[in-house]
């Protein structure tokens, strides 16, 4: 078959209905390769190009637009986000065609913000595609990730910039932030159109190369400043997640975790690290374990960080807590009532609280997890003191909210940390996505980062956002680098997303004001 009849019979799908919807669906479910494990960020932009140009061909004047642009975007949230599947299939207690169900539910929510942008997007009138490709469409994809990430607690996940963090798109991010890698994205890809439809060939080709050229440049700017290196451990336990709640199996795991630790021996300043709820127990009760811990640390002159369930009996809440343990600076040691700990802020829905627990906890065991009952931390806490460094913390899913943690950020900060367990999620290629996410707050902040996880990914990144190693999944192990903190303040730790809010706004305001005078 030649070409020329390729693109006939291509033509011809594209004219009817299902054939829209169908390509549609093929263009949205390609953007999972754009990101973790699978790295192919390129491909983004034919699946993006060749969506607006499918989005052409469709009859503004009727409900086509919003259909073809809800399939493409909730094909996009399955296969993206589909691993969420694992932890209700594996741990939820219902029938597997009720998670899948949950899951497509979960996916048409999600889609419903990107698909009202696409279809806003065709619903001015007046614009030439360079005010349509280059303004608009961005701005209102801009906009819709961002309600996606904060209407009903959020779900921040797969905003296109993780997939360019190894790229040279990576250098806006210490200046704007993720979502200035997402608009640059966008604004390539309706480069990329006008280039296609031979418009403005010069401003189109001019713009894609000033935006990947200053992307390069501005990699090789610094804002932090490195200190003396420290040595870190994280600690890797592999507990299996269906025992780790086991009364009888805590102390099991709590050998696991000091044996591990104990690989190193010297006598030099050690910072260990053990991953979210590695002490699967209230502090309150393992009070006999904790104290002679970190007198022992101590005398070893190391400094143990780790995971928790806290609890205040004054209120009878539980907190999903950090604390630190063994050598630390003076007025900062360990005792029950040390403020020198973080309280998990950003909680997760149904895993670590239950909107109407009334009504959906008798429903299915997904509805009522072992420690399900969480209260929220504060917003904005002080940061975690080593004698080695300061640390800002944020625990599993936090690690999605950038501006949460740019809160808790100061140019006294030396690293970012991040305590996870991803073992809910099983080997899918959700944890890899959660490390992605990771490793761009280490872009954002310049600072380094350290994830200590139960089964993986435990890794550790540089101020750059190089990863330094990673421990093997579903092993027991330990990591140790010496790892250079760095203090300072990047533009986005110090103004955040506020440019791209009031660019938004004024590009916004600009192309009302011009379709409404090119009306009169």
């Not at 169908?22 to 699978?38: E, I, K, T």
């Not at 595609?129 to 921040?156: H, N």
Request: some cysteine; glycine content about 6%.
């Amino acid at each position: 078959m030649s070409d020329p009849i390729l693109l006939e019979k291509l033509n011809d799908v594209t004219k009817h209905l299902y054939g829209q919807l169908f390509v549609a669906l093929l263009l949205g479910a390609l953007q999972v390769f754009a990101f973790a494990p699978f790295g192919q960020w390129w491909v983004i932009y034919p699946a993006f190009v060749a969506f607006f140009l499918l989005l052409q061909r469709v009859q503004i004047t009727t409900r086509r637009p919003f259909l073809i642009s809800f399939t493409f975007c909730i094909a996009m949230m399955i296969a993206t986000i589909h691993w969420v599947y694992v932890s209700m299939d594996l741990f939820g207690g219902m029938p597997k065609i009720v998670s899948a169900l949950l899951i497509i539910l979960l996916c048409a929510y999600l889609a419903i913000y990107p698909s009202l942008a696409l279809w806003v997007s065709t619903r001015f009138s007046g614009l030439s595609d360079i005010q349509r490709y280059l303004l608009l469409m961005p701005v209102l994809w801009l906009i819709s990730d961002w309600l996606r990430g904060v209407v009903l607690t959020g779900f921040p996940w797969a905003y296109l910039g993780y997939s360019h963090a190894g790229t040279p798109l990576a250098g806006f991010a210490p200046l704007l932030g993720v979502q200035g890698i997402t608009l640059v994205i966008m604004v390539i890809c309706g480069a990329f159109i006008l280039l296609i439809r031979r418009q403005q060939l010069v401003l189109s080709g001019s713009l894609i190369a000033a935006l990947l050229i200053s992307g390069y440049n501005l990699q090789k700017q610094r804002y932090t400043q490195p200190q003396p290196e420290i040595t870190v451990s994280l600690v890797q336990g592999n507990i299996d997640q269906h025992l780790k709640w086991k009364t009888e199996q805590l102390y099991p795991s709590l050998l696991k975790y000091i044996e591990l630790s104990e690989t190193r021996r010297d006598d030099q300043n050690e910072l260990i690290i053990w991953p979210e709820s590695a002490i699967a127990a209230l502090e309150l009760n393992v009070q006999d374990f904790l104290q002679p811990l970190s007198a022992e640390l101590a005398a070893n002159n190391k400094t143990l960080i780790t995971g928790i369930i806290g609890y205040e009996r004054a209120t009878d809440d539980y907190y999903n807590s950090i604390i630190t343990l063994g050598k630390l600076p003076e007025q900062q040691g360990y005792s029950l009532q040390s403020g020198n700990r973080y309280q998990k802020h950003h909680l997760l829905p149904i895993g670590e609280f239950v909107p109407f627990e009334n009504l959906l906890r008798p429903l299915a065991p997904y509805f009522n997890l072992p420690m399900s009952s969480f209260q929220r931390g504060q917003a904005v806490q002080d940061n975690l003191q080593t004698e080695q460094t300061t640390l800002a913390a944020a625990i599993c899913y936090e690690i999605a909210f950038p501006e949460l943690l740019r809160k808790n950020i100061s140019a006294e900060t030396g690293m970012l940390l991040t305590l996870s367990n991803d073992a809910w999620f099983g080997n899918s290629i959700g944890p890899d996505q959660h490390l992605e996410i990771a490793r761009m707050r280490a872009i954002e902040f310049e600072r380094p980062l350290l994830r200590a996880t139960n089964n993986g990914v435990t890794a550790i990144f540089d101020a750059a956002g190089n990863e330094l190693e990673r421990l093997p999944k579903n092993t027991a192990a330990v990591l140790t680098k010496n790892i250079q903190p760095s203090y300072g303040k990047t533009p986005y730790q110090v103004v955040g997303s506020f440019p791209l809010y009031l660019y938004c706004l004024v590009v916004l305001i600009g192309l009302f004001l011009y379709s409404r005078y090119n009306k009169q």
